[in-house]
């Protein structure tokens, strides 16, 4: 059942509690447990993100055109999705494999059990990987924008609607969107869409709030009780209470 989000005309503005000065341009933001990494669009290296944003290069290749669309953190490795294949970074061995390989992967999102959800633009297809990175479970005729992995619920962002589904692709419940949007951002209850670039974002729950910043935005990720907003220059990180979403 396709469930229809009330738009509520009530504007928000917000302000930072706290700001980290990025020396490296990023395209990408990523939190695991208490760490935040950070990814350029092009390069050979991802980023810890330590005291004062002083930023750990991670280096994966000697290539430095090596093309970084998002990446997802395990305890022991990083995967990295270039948009023709998603590679698996050992942090401990330096090894990279691919792990699958398509035409056009438009996001990725990796489970607790290390299995992988992708979408295939070219093919129309969301592809479910197992723990051994062969295919399982192919939903077709569907491409997500984007998609994200909230503890045991995938929400897939499409055109028109925004999909949960659960790990063995049973849809859980499905949500029109009338709203223009290429991001999908999960904590809690609220979902967040948004496009790069905007000053504004969309928290949706009952209804739909526009919540505007004073900046733009990048990308969006959870770190503890805050929210941290890679801005659209990717030079700054700024971090926002939740509760002010």
Do not use: W
């Not at 330590?50 to 430095?64: A, E, K, L, W």
Request: with cysteine; proline share 3%; net charge negative.
């Amino acid at each position: 059942m396709i469930l229809p989000v009330h738009i509520t005309l009530f504007l928000l503005c917000i302000t930072p509690i706290d700001s980290i000065r990025l020396t490296t341009a990023c395209h990408t933001a990523y939190v695991y447990e208490t760490t935040i990494y950070c990814a350029p669009f092009t390069g050979n290296s991802i980023f810890v993100i330590g005291d004062r944003g002083r930023m750990q290069p991670i280096t994966f290749t000697d290539n430095v055109n090596y093309r970084i669309y998002d990446i997802a953190v395990t305890p022991f490795s990083c995967y990295l999705n270039n948009g023709r294949s998603i590679e698996k970074y050992y942090f401990g061995s330096g090894i990279r494999e691919t792990v699958f390989t398509a035409n056009n992967i438009t996001s990725f999102l990796v489970t607790r059990n290390d299995e992988i959800l992708l979408s295939d633009r070219q093919k129309r297809e969301i592809i479910f990987l197992d723990f051994t990175y062969a295919p399982r479970f192919i939903m077709e005729d569907v491409s997500a924008k984007d998609m994200f992995y909230g503890d045991t619920i995938m929400y897939l962002l499409l055109q028109d609607r925004i999909l949960l589904c659960d790990e063995f692709g049973n849809i859980a419940n499905e949500t029109s969107l009338s709203i223009a949007a290429q991001r999908i951002f999960v904590y809690d209850t609220t979902i967040i869409v948004f496009s790069p670039g905007d000053e504004h974002i969309f928290a949706i729950t009952d209804s739909v709030r526009r919540i505007e910043l004073q900046h733009g935005v990048g990308d969006i990720a959870e770190h503890g009780n805050h929210i941290v907003v890679l801005d659209n220059h990717g030079t700054t990180l700024f971090i926002y209470r939740k509760s002010d979403f």
